[in-house]
């Protein structure tokens, strides 16, 4: 793919009944490009509470009276398929956008983030007009039939990281449906989302059916107490998550969708050159052990600098491969390490997110050489930016801050096993359950450890990469709900029982 240019002009206003607006708020978010420490803009409109109730009646009105709510499913479905036209069409300057805000490759951003939230978007288009319900038999005197209808306005409450894959993964869905839809952007990312606002209008959706807020706690605060807001999902850290859930309980109990990251397991088995010299799923076509076949599947560290939910932080490996392993492991870091830079064009292992994720990281990393064996990284890199070298530790002790939290940066932990039972039991300690990777040949073998793996999903020789169509979500800890697939339907949707008497009735 050819070189991104980074957009000079873009929108910071809010996108409220299919206009963009002055803010009623005074407050304004500043944005720091990552790669270079530099400021983009100071000037991101912040949705205070006047804005919020703004967003809030807009989306009511458009769904209880305005033509979305008499529209068919196929007409819908057409609506989000043009959507998705958009955004391919408008890819590079998405990219490029969230590049601003968080340092990615727009490169790498335009091949996979904006591909996948086209394909969700796409993919929940076929599904707008085929929401069927179901009906039961009279055996009791009762005609029974189940029907599935829209919940109402919903708010989407995004995490900075690959924003605008959350975008498609909680506004499609919702939208096939049937509902209105407000979204909020992390503080640290919401360029990409106003440039997608840019393109509601032109795809065809009426005013209110998509707005867009930028800001912080405070606005997601004002969102997640509304009483007119049926449905909220959230993606973020486990506190926040637990803030929302207690707005929601204390405004109209409103249905909660929380994904709140992971400590996700990989666990390898055995070392061995790859079936034709291909790893599956990774972009990566030479022979390679299963070493480079685990940083090259593993490639939220080494892509997106850790800064994944279901990024696969705990690596275990069988004490017959481990030296091997562990030296091939390194050597890739290093490599990677080498790459990184504030250039143009793809690059290694990117930056974090900001100088309080960059100080946060080099907490933990600082921590961890008291609580383990550092054996690559371990420092920041001398740019302006947030840079942190890719950072393996060696045997971390069971109750090390690096092992048991996330960390959310390019941070591995490596802990050596002997059997099954033994890694079965390490990969589940965690009081997270988001995702987990299991490398082995041996698929039999594979499929009998998966089943014992307390996971919302197990991939076999490959990364934790979300399909559109199947489910993703956590257990414990991880969140509640699930996302992607026709499972994220039943999230944005009430079911209703109708009862007909069969027979003679009161009336007859």
């Known amino acids: 793919m050819s070189k991104v240019t980074l957009p000079q002009d873009f929108e910071t206003r809010l996108f409220i009944s299919n206009e963009f607006v002055v803010s009623k708020s005074a407050d304004r978010l500043r944005v ?10 100071s000037n991101v409109h912040v949705a205070g509470a006047e804005d919020v109730e703004l967003a809030v009646v807009a989306a009511k009105e458009a769904f209880e009276n305005g033509p979305w709510s008499t529209m068919s499913g196929s ?13 391919e069409a408008n890819g590079a300057e998405l990219a490029g956008l969230e590049s601003l805000s968080m340092g990615s490759s727009p490169v790498l951003g335009q091949a996979m983030v904006i591909k996948n939230a086209v394909d969700v978007f796409r993919y929940y288009a076929g599904w707008a007009d085929k929401l069927s319900g179901e009906s039961f038999p009279p055996e009791d005197g009762l005609m029974k039939i189940v029907k599935h209808e829209p919940i ?12 605008l894959m959350a975008f498609a993964w909680k506004a499609a869905p919702a939208l096939a449906v049937g509902n209105t839809v407000i979204l909020k952007s992390s503080e640290k990312s919401p360029l990409g989302f106003l440039g997608i606002a840019k393109l509601i209008p032109t795809a065809g959706f009426p005013p209110g059916v998509v707005q867009f807020l930028s800001g912080a706690a405070e606005t997601g605060k004002a969102l997640a107490l509304h009483p007119y807001i049926r449905k909220i999902t959230f993606t973020g850290s486990g506190s926040a998550g637990r803030k929302i859930l207690e707005a929601a309980s204390k405004s109209n109990l409103k249905k909660v969708t929380l994904e709140l990251g992971g400590k996700s397991p990989a666990i390898m088995l055995t070392l061995t050159m790859l079936l034709n010299g291909k790893a599956p799923n990774c972009d990566y076509t030479r022979k390679a052990t299963w070493a480079n076949f685990y940083a090259r599947c593993s490639s939220a560290i080494l892509v997106n600098a850790g800064q994944v939910c279901a990024t696969t932080s705990r690596l275990y490996i069988h004490n017959s491969i481990a030296p091997q392993f562990i030296e091939g492991l390194k050597g890739i870091y290093r490599a990677a390490a080498e790459k990184m830079g504030p250039g143009d064009g793809p690059m290694g292992v990117p930056p974090v997110a900001d100088e309080q994720q960059f100080r946060n990281i080099l907490f933990y990393i600082e ?8 054996i690559v990284g371990g420092a920041s890199k001398d740019y302006k ?5 890719p950072t393996v530790f060696l045997e971390p002790s069971d109750d090390a801050a690096i092992y048991k939290e996330e960390i959310f940066g390019p941070v591995l932990t490596v802990k050596v096993f002997k059997d099954e039972d033994q890694v079965i039991g390490w990969a589940n300690e965690s009081e997270y359950g988001l ?3 299991i490398f082995t040949k041996d698929i039999e073998r594979a499929l009998r450890i998966a089943d014992q793996i307390k996971a919302g999903t197990v991939s076999i020789n490959s990364g934790p990469l979300p399909s559109v169509n199947t489910p993703v979500g956590g257990t414990k800890q991880s969140g509640w709900g699930r996302e992607l697939g026709k499972y994220a339907l039943d999230e944005f949707t009430e079911t209703k029982s109708i009862l007909i008497k069969i027979g003679p009735t009161p009336f007859d």
Not at 385 to 389: D, L, S, T, V
């Open 385 to 389: 930016g947030f840079w942190i070298e």
């Open 435 to 437: 995702a987990a990777s």
């Open 75 to 87: 007409r819908r479905g057409k609506l989000l398929w043009q959507l998705a036209d958009l955004m």
């Open 152 to 163: 109402g306005v919903c708010t989407a409450i995004c995490a900075w990281n690959a924003s």
């Open 32 to 41: 720091i490009n990552p790669r270079t420490g530099e400021v983009v803009t």
């Open 367 to 374: 921590s961890g050489k008291e609580t383990a064996e550092l």
